[in-house]
């Protein structure tokens, strides 16, 4: 049943090594958080600062509703996602704050019905957010993802995700920090959101089909693009992309 939430501040300082086992003794690095097959679960104010890992996990999970949540962690703390999601279905993550050294977000294999809206997320060590293997999934007023050393949104082996409002901003000189990229996914759509970044607006790797892009405030760099492709000898292409009604501003593609 994972361990009892003992406060709702949980802080790294005063808890150097996690949170306290139900044995009484302090649990060495153990994620501030970790819910494990819990159900019909809503967790509203909830603060984690400092945790050594992983700041909130929910593992096999169901009808979970967060808001309002605040995670702060150092921006140079590796391993310190600030939510991780897996084997969970019909989770709701909603006007919260998250500041870290790792994943704002992350989501693992078999997670499903996923909403995210109205999030600001900086700086991670490379991907705000991070979703593999997610289906149904609805991102809505991400607000912010800001100065992300590397990719700042990732889907990865993804199913049916429609996300809209997203907000990406990056230095135009910072190499790597694509906006959003999908890879080996399908029936993706991103509408309404404005990227601002030093490399790919939106990159659309191997595998990935059935993607609509619309309504895209893009710039500078290098645009939206279909890229590193060819790199496996039996790799999967990309089919049927649609861009329309975007703005590039001072963009290569």
Not at 60 to 71: I, K
Not at 144 to 166: A, E, K, P
Request: glycine share 10%; proline share 4%.
């Amino acid at each position: 049943m994972g361990y009892p939430l003992l406060a709702i501040l949980l802080m790294g300082k005063e808890l150097p090594y996690g949170i306290v086992n139900t044995q009484g003794r302090v649990a060495p690095l153990e994620p501030g958080l970790q819910i494990n097959d819990g159900k019909n679960l809503n967790i509203n104010g909830l603060s984690s600062i400092n945790s050594q890992l992983f700041n909130i996990v929910m593992n096999r999970c169901q009808n979970v509703h967060m808001t309002r949540v605040n995670v702060l962690a150092a921006c140079d703390s590796p391993n310190t996602d600030g939510i991780h999601v897996r084997q969970s279905s019909d989770v709701t993550i909603l006007n919260s704050n998250i500041r870290n050294g790792d994943d704002c977000i992350s989501i693992g294999p078999g997670t499903s019905n996923m909403w995210i809206e109205s999030i600001t997320c900086r700086p991670g060590h490379g991907i705000s957010l991070q979703i593999n293997d997610g289906k149904n999934l609805n991102i809505n007023g991400l607000l912010s993802s800001i100065n992300s050393q590397l990719f700042n949104i990732v889907m990865n082996r993804c199913q049916n995700v429609h996300m809209t409002r997203v907000n990406v901003l990056a230095a135009c000189d910072s190499p790597n920090t694509d906006g959003i990229h999908v890879r080996q996914s399908s029936d993706v759509t991103i509408l309404n959101s404005n990227i601002r970044n030093g490399d790919d607006c939106i990159s659309i790797g191997p595998g990935t089909s059935n993607m609509w892009i619309e309504s895209i405030t893009c710039g500078p760099r290098h645009g939206i693009s279909i890229g590193s492709l060819g790199m496996e000898a039996e790799e999967d292409g990309v089919h049927n992309v649609t861009v329309k009604s975007s703005t590039f501003t001072g963009t290569q593609n």
